[in-house]
C-alpha cells in the first residue's frame, strides 16, 4: 500500500516536529523532497545532518514553482496566512496542503485567496507536546491517522466554511447528520483533473509515511478534534488547576490518574491556545457538553444518598468502546509486531472515478482509512 | 529508616490489591504476617503460594486477639462495617487501621462504635485500576505515600468528623487555614499511651514496605485525595463520553492525549463510585472549581476573539509545578536508580514526646514523609 511513489517533489515549509519529521521520512523513503525553516539554526542543523533545507522562503518557493513540487505548508496556524501570501507570489502555479492542526480556519484563509482548486487541507494525528526540528525524528506518524479533507469535490465550496468559527460549530452540533446529509446531496462537484492528482499525491505521500489515510471534511475535522484533541488539553489544564489549588499535601498524594491526566498541561500554552482559539465554536460545543455532564454529576452527589452511577457507567462504557475500536491495531504504539495490522477498517477508492466521493464520505462517518488504487 | 521492626503481628483483613500486596511485602520482610479473605477461591490460590491464610473471619480475629495482632482492616469501603463489628467481638483489645481511600466515613464508623482510642486510620496511595488477590504483587507502595491520620491526638474527637459529608466538606474548603489553625489550637490532646504505640507501628508498618509516611487529618486527606484521586476519575468519565458522542471518526482520530487522559475510565464504576460517593461532599467542592474554571473558559472561548489564554496558563504553570515537586524523587516508577531518594521534604518525629502533634501537623500542611526515632 506505501509502494507508490509521489509524482513530484515535495516542499516543506516550516520544519518543526511535524515538518521535520515529514522531511525525514520523505528522504528516508527514496522521494525528493526539500524544506525551509524561518530560523537559521534548524536550518544548520539540518545541513548538518544533509538535508536540502534553505532560510530563503522565495528560494524555495520559486524551485517548487520551477519543478512543480508538491508544498506542504507546516508552519503553525499564525503564520499560514503568510505562507500562502508566499505561495501565491512564488509558486503561483503550485498544489498544495498542510499540517495544521485545525481545518476551518486554514481553509477560510485559503479562500480568501482563492486557492481553493489548488489546495487539499490534511492533518497528521501525531505529535504535540515537543516542538522544533529538535523533536524531529523518523518514524513519527506510523499508525497514525493522517486527515484528508475533501470538501471542493463535495461542491459546498460557498458553504462549507462561510467564517472558521461558525462552519466548525455547525460541524460540531451535525457531525453525523451532515455526513448523511452531504452523501445524500448533490454528490461529486466538477473539480478540475489538476485537485484530483492532488488529492491522490497527499494520500500517497500520507502512505510513504506509514499513517493512514482517514478522509474527512473541514466542519467534521474540527468537531472530532475538539472532542479527542483539544478536550483532553483544557481539561488537563483545569485538574492541574485544582490539583495545585491543594497545596502540597495534595501534590504530595498525587499519584499515576493525576499525573496522567495532567501531562499534556505540559504542552506550551501558546500551542493550547492556538489549537481551541482557532477552533473556538468546536471546543465551546463539547464544553457545553462537559459542563452538562458534570453539572449532574454535581446535583447526584449532593443528594442525601450521593450517587455518580450514571456517569461512571457512561463513562466506563464509553471508554470500553474506545478500547474495543482500538484494540489490536497499530495504534497506541503499544504492538510489538513486525507487521502492524490497522484496527480502522478500510475502504479501497479511485479518486476523481465513479461514486469516489461517496466512498469518502462513508469512510469519514466510519472513520475508515481508505486505500487509493 | 524501614530498619525497625513492627512491635507485634499483622492480620490483614481482605486479600485484595492493597491487601495482598502488603501480605506479601510484610513476609518479604520477616515480619509475621496473617491474612482473611472472604473468597474461599483467593484463599486457596494464597495457600498455594505459602501465605497463612483464612476464609473464617471469627478464627482469624481470635488469633489476632491472642497475640495482640495489629489488624489491618482492606476491605472496600462497603463491608468495613461488617469488619468493624467482628473486630469489636473476636478481637476487643486489638488496636486496627484501615487502607480504605476515603477517611472520613472510616472514622465516623469507628466513633459509631465508640472504638477511636484503639484505631489509626491510613491510606496508602497506590493501585486502583486492577483489583484481586490475583492483581496483588510485592514492591507496590514502594516510594507511595503512606497517610496515617492523627485526629484523635489533636483533641477532636468530637467536631472533625461529625459527618463523613459535612467533614470532608469542611476540610476541602480549609485544607489550608484550617492546618494553621489546628495547629495554634490546644495542640496535642491526652490519648492513651496504646494509641501512641498502635500510631508507631502503622508508621512502622508503612516504612516496612517502603512507602512513605505522610501524616493527614481526615478532613485534610479526604479533600486533598478528592483533588488529586476522585477528580481524575471524574473527569476521565466525561472525556470518554464527550469523545464516544464523536463516534466512529472521533475514536478514529484519538491519539496519546485522548487515551491517557481517559485511561482510569477503565476501572470498574463500582470503584468510581465507591470513591466519589463516600467523599461526596469533598468532590462537589473540587466540582464547583472545575465548573467555574470551565464555565469561564467557555466565556472566553465564546468571544469574537476566542482567548483561553487564563486557564492555558494557569494549567501550564500548576502543572510546572506539581512536576517541579515530582523532580528527582523516588515517585513515577521513572527512576532506575537503585537507591530511591524520594522528592518529599523529611521531618522527624518521636510520636508521643514533646510537639509531636506539631510537626505532624506542619508535615501535613508540607506534604511532607515523617521518620519515626
Not at 79 to 96: K, N, Q, T, Y
Not at 337 to 342: A, H, R, Y
Request: with cysteine; glycine share 12%; proline share 4%.
Amino acid at each position: 500500500m506505501s509502494s507508490q511513489r509521489i509524482s513530484r517533489p515535495v516542499c516543506i515549509l516550516g520544519l518543526g516536529l511535524i515538518g521535520g519529521s515529514l522531511l525525514r521520512d520523505l528522504v528516508a523513503a527514496g522521494e525528493t523532497a526539500y524544506g525551509y525553516n524561518r530560523s537559521p539554526d534548524a536550518v544548520e542543523e539540518a545541513k548538518k545532518e544533509g538535508f536540502d533545507v534553505t532560510s530563503s522562503l522565495s528560494d524555495v518557493l520559486s524551485r517548487a514553482q520551477g519543478d512543480d513540487a508538491l508544498v506542504v505548508v507546516a508552519t503553525p496556524m499564525g503564520a499560514v496566512g503568510a505562507m500562502l501570501d508566499a505561495i501565491a507570489e512564488f509558486a503561483p502555479d503550485c498544489g498544495f496542503t498542510d499540517v495544521v492542526s485545525v481545518k476551518g480556519a486554514v481553509l477560510e484563509a485559503v479562500r480568501e485567496r482563492g486557492m481553493a482548486e489548488r489546495y487539499v487541507g490534511s492533518h497528521p494525528m501525531a505529535g504535540t507536546a515537543e516542538s522544533g526540528w529538535a523533536a524531529s525524528h523518523e518514524g513519527l506518524f506510523r499508525g497514525a491517522a493522517w486527515v484528508i479533507g475533501f470538501d471542493l469535490a463535495c461542491g459546498d465550496a460557498g458553504s462549507g466554511a462561510a467564517g472558521a468559527g461558525t462552519a466548525a460549530g455547525a460541524g460540531a452540533s451535525g457531525a453525523g447528520a451532515g455526513a448523511a446529509a452531504g452523501a445524500s446531496g448533490a454528490g461529486a462537484a466538477e473539480v478540475p483533473a489538476s485537485w484530483v492528482e492532488l488529492w491522490k499525491d497527499v494520500a500517497t505521500l500520507a502512505g510513504v509515511v506509514h499513517a493512514e489515510v482517514v478522509p474527512a471534511r473541514v466542519g467534521v475535522h474540527d468537531a472530532a478534534v475538539a472532542r479527542i484533541s483539544h478536550m483532553p488539553h483544557v481539561l488537563a489544564e483545569a485538574l492541574a488547576v485544582v490539583g495545585d489549588q491543594g497545596g502540597a499535601l495534595a501534590h504530595s498524594l498525587a499519584a499515576g490518574s493525576f499525573r496522567d491526566a495532567t501531562r499534556v498541561a505540559g504542552s506550551e500554552p501558546a500551542l493550547v491556545r492556538a489549537m481551541c482559539e482557532t477552533n473556538a465554536a468546536a471546543v465551546v460545543d463539547v464544553l457545553d457538553e462537559v459542563i452538562e455532564l458534570l453539572n449532574e454529576a454535581r446535583e447526584s452527589l449532593s443528594r442525601p444518598e450521593p450517587d455518580i452511577a450514571e456517569l461512571a457507567d457512561a463513562g466506563h462504557s464509553a471508554r470500553i468502546r474506545f478500547k474495543a475500536r482500538e484494540a489490536s491495531g497499530a495504534r497506541g504504539g503499544e504492538s510489538v509486531s513486525p507487521v502492524p495490522v490497522s484496527s480502522r477498517p478500510v475502504l479501497r477508492v479511485r479518486p476523481g472515478e465513479g461514486e469516489w466521493v461517496q466512498v469518502l464520505i462513508q469512510a469519514e462517518s466510519l472513520g475508515a482509512r481508505v486505500e487509493v488504487f
